[in-house]
């Protein structure tokens, strides 16, 4: 199995400027977390799927940020217009559905992207 | 806010020293997880326990889970420089089955 992907590896953007970052889970996983890590706030979680549905999203920003699941295997994290504080790794991580309904198990985590924002 | 507690932020050990990292929750957690990320890399996935008071070892790494199911430990034995990282700990709350995460501690050994 090839993990969890994410792409871009790494973006550098100017200020106001579209990001679109990328992720591919785990096939059969039945849960999508995006987060971000920065060194003040530590690893966030932003939001997160189950079975291609938004179940919380209360982590997300503002409304700059936004999360998409079209299919199971794939899922996009679009930032409009980006700001220099959006600089920070983005992890997206994938896990399938518990022995009791509801839970969740191990977290795969991709390898993150990158971004910077100048 | 956060609601899984884990000190200390940063340990600076000398090679072969012992370290050892505490997480504390204000609700009774299902079980809580523990994961290793080593710099530039992503979160892996160490190890999971469940019952209360549980412990588990791996090698030089020991695990604990409170009687109480609100605390656990992650002792590393005799440090090498391969356990270079930040340890974070994660939680499943009986109330709710979303996994809350602690804020980690770096292990950083001293040159």
């Known amino acids: 199995d090839a993990g969890v992907i994410q792409s871009p590896r790494h973006e550098v953007t100017e200020m106001g400027q579209e990001v679109t970052l990328r992720c591919k889970p785990i096939?059969?996983?039945?849960?999508l977390f995006w987060y971000r890590q920065t060194m003040m706030r530590g690893l966030e979680l932003l939001i997160y799927f189950n079975n291609n549905v938004p179940i919380d999203d209360s982590g997300m920003p503002e409304d700059r940020f936004s999360a998409k699941m079209p299919n199971a295997s794939f899922s996009t994290l679009k930032i409009q217009p980006s700001e220099p504080r959006d600089s920070a790794v983005y992890f997206c991580a994938s896990s399938l559905e518990g022995r009791l309904a509801g839970r969740q198990e191990t977290q795969y985590f991709g390898p993150g992207t990158r971004l910077l924002v100048l | 806010g956060q609601q899984v507690m884990q000190i200390p932020q940063y340990q600076h050990v000398q090679e072969g020293e012992d370290f050892t990292t505490y997480c504390n929750s204000s609700?009774?957690?299902?079980?809580i997880q523990w994961y290793k990320q080593r710099p530039g890399g992503h979160p892996v996935f160490l190890i999971q326990?469940?019952?209360s008071g549980e412990v588990k070892k791996q090698k030089r790494l020991t695990f604990q889970f409170g009687e109480a199911k609100k605390n656990s430990s992650l002792h590393i034995t005799a440090t090498q420089t391969t356990d270079v990282g930040t340890y974070f700990c994660?939680?499943?709350?009986?109330?709710?089955?979303?996994?809350?995460w602690g804020a980690g501690t770096k292990l950083i050994i001293k040159p």
């Open positions: 609700t009774t957690l299902s079980n």
């Open positions: 326990l469940v019952k």
């Open positions: 096939s059969g996983h039945d849960y």
């Open positions: 994660a939680g499943h709350r009986r109330s709710n089955y979303q996994l809350i």
